[in-house]
């Protein structure tokens, strides 16, 4: 099956630090990427989509400048959380879709920011 | 943004029992899809369900599209303390797009 990583598993940063996590869909080529992101016991809630090459469409009440992303290849997109605070404290997750419907998750990323 | 009405939200099982989870929504999708989430991982994907009326089985899964396409359900059979954990539903309009995502149900089973 499609199989997709992320890196690193988990990171606790300094606030007012900058944080990158990578997406990697490892067999398979992405066109589309995805970024949520998922607080305790709650549901995933779409931060960006993300197309090779593109820019990303963000959702309502997520800041762009805030929450970097680039998709710079087929296999590979980037979220970059600058200048983090304690609320960005959270659990991320990508997701990549290629040929199909299906969408295929990461393991997820958590980020504490201290 | 927008999330699908998925019930129940918690489930508490004895080992062996069935289960049975439903999502709802407003409006249409086209294609429907369940996914399963352990503490601290991703969701990963049960059953995609891709027509209207559409019966589809994984093993002791089985999940069914909606005729009105504004609904789904999945059951589980037999249920084993590994089914333990959070069981999500999405609903997505066309291939590639978006998934809006039910609010999950909580599975807990009792050896």
């Known amino acids: 099956g499609a199989v997709v990583s992320q890196h690193p598993s988990w990171v606790i940063c300094k606030s007012g630090t900058s944080v990158k996590i990578e997406c990697r869909s490892l067999?398979?080529?992405?066109?589309?990427m995805f970024w949520y992101r998922q607080f305790p016991k709650q549901s995933l809630m779409l931060m960006a989509t993300?197309?090779?090459?593109?820019?990303?469409?963000?959702e309502q009440g997520v800041e762009k400048d805030k929450f970097l992303i680039n998709h710079a290849s087929l296999t590979l997109s980037t979220l970059t959380v600058t200048s983090a605070h304690p609320e960005d404290s959270s659990f991320y997750i990508c997701?990549?879709?290629?040929?199909?419907?299906?969408?295929?998750f990461g393991p997820g990323t958590r980020l504490t920011v201290t | 943004g927008q999330q699908l009405n998925q019930s129940p939200q918690s489930m508490f099982i004895q080992e062996g029992e069935d289960v049975s989870m439903n999502c709802t929504s407003s409006?249409?999708?086209?294609?429907w899809l369940w996914y399963k989430q352990d503490p601290g991982e991703g969701p990963v994907l049960l059953i995609a369900?891709?027509?209207?009326?559409e019966l589809t089985s994984n093993g002791r899964l089985t999940a069914q599209f909606g005729i009105t396409r504004k609904d789904s359900f999945l059951n589980i059979s037999a249920s084993i303390p590994s089914d333990v954990g959070i069981y999500f539903c999405a609903g997505q309009r066309a291939s590639g797009s978006r998934l809006t995502f039910g609010e999950g149900t909580q599975l807990t089973v009792n050896p």
């Open positions: 409006s249409i999708f086209n294609t």
């Open positions: 067999d398979f080529q992405a066109t589309t």
């Open positions: 993300s197309n090779e090459g593109s820019k990303a469409t963000y």
């Open positions: 997701s990549a879709s290629g040929d199909y419907y299906e969408q295929y």
């Open positions: 369900l891709y027509k209207a009326g």
